[in-house]
T-cell receptor, first 112, second 110 residues
């Protein structure tokens, strides 16, 4: 089945650690996105990529890094420089601007 | 910087009533999307509006876009409990960088 898969569903991080959130899609979409959602809040754009080997910072990129080495994969690393990383992270992909984005089921990251 | 504002942020309505959610955005765009999110879940696409004057309807929900006013509306007709959720609008600038409003949390009461 075609879709977008995020893993893990829940992730616990100790302070000072880097963690990587996985996002994989088999929809052959060019554009991929990472968003952060805090409780009761909207989605804030972290990074986005329109094509392989290219990505742009969103509104809250500080403390995060991404790579886009393959079309189907867009992993997000939450670095120790991100001071308040506890949040719900959503990955999305889209074939083009004329279509809606498809979202993964999210990763809930908690700092312990 | 693109800003997307939704109002109201919270909406409590009775079953059978009508209401409208508004989405204003600050820069030129001809691409606007509406999504629904249930508690603890991911987002589900509702509508894609691609041009000025676009109107789309699905069941009790109807969305419209006025690019000149930089305004989209999501109209709810004869609300039912199953419509309780958070509704987001999102705007895509020409950079393909989709940005979201804060969401409208809708509660439909019997």
């Amino acid at each position: 089945d075609g879709g977008i898969t995020q893993s893990p569903k829940y992730l616990f991080r100790k302070e000072g650690q880097n963690v990587t959130l996985s996002c994989e899609q088999n929809l052959n979409h060019d554009a991929m996105y990472w968003y952060r959602q805090d409780p009761g809040q909207g989605l804030r754009l972290i990074y986005y990529s329109q094509i392989v080997n290219d990505f742009q910072k969103g509104d809250i990129a500080e403390g995060y890094s991404v790579s886009r080495e393959k079309k189907e994969s867009f992993p997000l690393t939450v670095t120790s420089a991100q001071k308040n990383p506890t949040a719900f992270y959503l990955c999305a992909s889209s074939p083009n601007r004329e279509s809606e984005a498809f979202f993964g089921q999210g990763t809930r990251l908690t700092v312990v | 910087e693109l800003k997307v504002e939704q109002n109201p942020l919270f909406l409590s309505m009775q079953e059978g009533k009508n209401y409208t959610i508004y989405c204003n955005y600050s820069t030129t765009s001809d691409r606007l999307y509406w999504y629904r999110q249930d508690p603890g879940k991911s987002l589900e696409s509702l509508f894609v509006l691609l041009s000025n004057g676009a109107v789309k309807q699905e069941g009790r929900l109807m969305a419209s876009l006025d690019t000149k006013a930089r305004l989209s509306t999501l109209h709810i007709t004869a609300a039912v409990h199953d419509l309780s959720a958070t509704y987001f609008c999102a705007v895509d600038t020409r950079n393909n960088d989709m940005r979201f409003g804060a969401g409208t949390r809708l509660t439909v009461k019997p």
